[in-house]
């Protein structure tokens, strides 16, 4: 084959690849614009706080009166907030909000770029800017102290508070805390040097339904406890306008912390819960983190998949019960 014939042909595919590309993005990006239909206001369900730098943070609030019950302790009840993990939302909580706010005060917050709370569409995420959020919540909301339970990318936010800001933490519990997965898996390492994440792969990912029920099935230690119900509930966040471009930024963001070289630092009582078959963040992790916290104890539950307090509840709920109410 003679040159000018070989680089014919090099640049037509080249052309024709160029042109698939771009035609897989357009479409892409028209399946976001799309999915992507509802607004903060119009698909909430709890209330909103507006926060120091003007985002708003949407959140759930339960206490004694909310659930019918009488106030089982005189004065201010303690307080209680919950973090969901990554791809997450409040919802999270649907299961144990409830049997937490009997005694307590209980918050289920929507982290900035999650849930109904606003879509920072710049890439100024990171841990430390998920704390000062919480810290800023917790200001608008009169709360001076609190115990924080967090699970996945949750977890690791909480343990950062604690880290920050550690007179404004009362107890801490980490379910599956996402604190060294940058350290254990290599392809997130390696996503944080790409120059940038397509829109597009994100609409791909986010808009297509086998795609969100694969990782709820893969989340869990029991596929019996797989609900279409439960994931449509889940997803309905991931409509509200700019979620795609808010994980953009998010992925575009620097990701690296100091936090698990100085976990030493954070004192609070801690309760680690761990599904015995996570496969997300696997259960060695746990001892990671006992091991470099001072005042910690890991609980692991069996069968329980990377969300252990949505496939069983009730133990959950009654190692949370049992751990907030003890006495230092």
């Known amino acids: ?82 973090i969901h993990g990554l791809m997450d939302s409040s919802e999270q909580w649907r299961a144990n909000i409830d049997a937490l706010a009997h005694t307590r005060r209980v918050w289920a917050i929507d982290l900035i770029g999650f849930g109904f709370s606003s879509r920072v569409t710049t890439p100024t995420y990171s841990m430390k800017m998920f704390a000062r959020a919480l810290r800023d919540f917790m200001d608008a909301q009169g709360i001076a102290r609190a115990s924080i339970v967090g699970h996945s990318l949750g977890g690791a936010i909480a343990l950062e508070f604690a880290h920050d800001f550690p007179a404004r933490v009362e107890k801490l519990v980490l379910i599956a805390p996402a604190t060294y997965l940058l350290q254990f898996r290599p392809e997130l390492k390696m996503a944080q040097h790409l120059p940038f994440v397509p829109r597009a792969l994100i609409g791909w990912t986010m808009t297509h339904r086998r795609a969100r029920e694969r990782a709820l099935r893969d989340a869990l230690g029991d596929p019996a406890h797989f609900d279409p119900e439960e994931l449509a509930r889940r997803t309905r966040p991931m409509r509200v306008r700019g979620t795609a471009d808010a994980l953009v930024a998010m992925l575009g963001s620097p990701h690296g912390s100091d936090l698990p070289q100085d976990l030493a630092r954070v004192t609070a009582p801690t309760l680690i819960v761990w599904g015995e078959k996570d496969r997300a963040v696997p259960v060695r992790h746990g001892a990671y983190h006992t091991r ?26 009654e190692l949370l019960l049992r751990f907030l109410d003890q006495s230092d």
């Open 292 to 317: 470099a916290l001072p005042n910690a104890k890991l609980v692991i539950v069996e069968n329980a998949g990377h969300i252990p307090q949505y496939e069983y509840p009730d133990k959950v709920n």
């Open 1 to 82: 084959m003679k040159a000018k014939t070989l680089l014919g042909v090099i640049l037509g595919a080249a052309a024709g690849l160029a042109a698939t590309t771009a035609a897989l993005v357009s479409l892409g990006n028209r399946r976001v614009d799309k999915w992507e239909t509802l607004t903060q206001d119009d698909a909430a369900d709890g209330d909103f706080v507006t926060l120091r730098d003007g985002t708003r943070m949407h959140y759930i609030k339960r206490d004694s009166a909310t659930v019918g019950q009488s106030p089982a302790v005189s004065g201010q009840p303690s307080a209680v907030i919950l």
